[in-house]
């Protein structure tokens, strides 16, 4: 069975750094591209990057480049969205999913909900 | 990039058939055969229903189907049951510089 499985809650303050995670497990984690997708409290779903675990070739949405940086470390099948300085607007539910093919987010992650409050 | 766009909500009663619209450009929508639909029920993570417009993943009722025509594609829900009030999204492929956009969501309403 697929699965991916996300970190936990985040209460940080303004300024500070965070990297969240994704573990994928069931299927060949170098094979498939992982997306990260943002929900705003009360808000629609926003498509942000994805990477390829078996290369680390990222690409990134205009809206979210060099906003965060997507990574991913293979021996551990994990994928990474982290952010160097955070700011109040980042505060948002975050989901991971497995792209079984273009746009196609076939598996979901739990979501990690990253709250950012001074 | 701008989102797609979505009705904001559409109601329907059990039994009954809704199509839910999603309106891009000849730059996303109209220009690839790359459109997703996802469920969404309140707390949890998205369902992938529909991909590469039409097609129904493994598990996915034959009710759900997908449709495009030009720059809108369209979700249809037949023989509508309580279970499928969510809330939808559409999301489309948009080059290789913008790659991925969603539409804004619509609320479905079963009466």
């Known amino acids: 069975e697929v699965q991916l499985v996300q970190s936990g809650a985040e209460v940080k303050k303004p300024g500070e750094s965070l990297k969240i995670s994704c573990k994928g497990s069931g299927y060949s984690f170098t094979s498939y591209w992982i997306g990260w997708v943002r929900q705003m409290p009360g808000k629609g779903l926003e498509w942000m990057g994805i990477i390829y675990p078996g290369d680390s070739d990222t690409r990134y949405s205009p809206s979210f480049q060099g906003q965060v940086t997507i990574s991913a470390d293979k021996s551990i099948s994990t994928a990474y969205l982290q952010w160097s300085s955070l700011k109040a607007s980042d505060t948002a539910m975050y989901y991971c999913?497995?792209?079984?093919?273009?746009?196609?987010?076939?598996?979901w992650g739990q979501g990690t909900l990253v709250t950012v409050s001074s | 990039q701008s989102a797609l766009t979505q009705p904001r909500s559409v109601s329907g009663s059990p039994g009954q058939s809704v199509t839910i619209s999603c309106t891009g450009t000849?730059?996303?929508?109209?220009?690839?055969?790359?459109v997703s639909w996802y469920q969404q029920h309140p707390g949890k993570a998205p369902k992938l229903m529909i991909y590469?417009?039409?097609k129904r993943p493994s598990g996915v009722p034959d009710r759900f189907s997908g449709s495009k025509s030009g720059n809108t594609a369209s979700l249809t829900i037949s023989g509508l049951q309580a279970e499928d009030e969510a809330d939808y999204y559409c999301?489309?492929?948009?080059?290789?510089?913008?790659?991925?956009?969603f539409g804004g969501g619509t609320k479905l309403t079963v009466l």
């Open positions: 590469d417009v039409s």
């Open positions: 999913a497995r792209q079984a093919g273009w746009l196609q987010f076939s598996e």
């Open positions: 999301c489309s492929y948009a080059g290789s510089y913008t790659l991925g956009v």
């Open positions: 000849s730059s996303d929508v109209g220009g690839y055969n790359y």
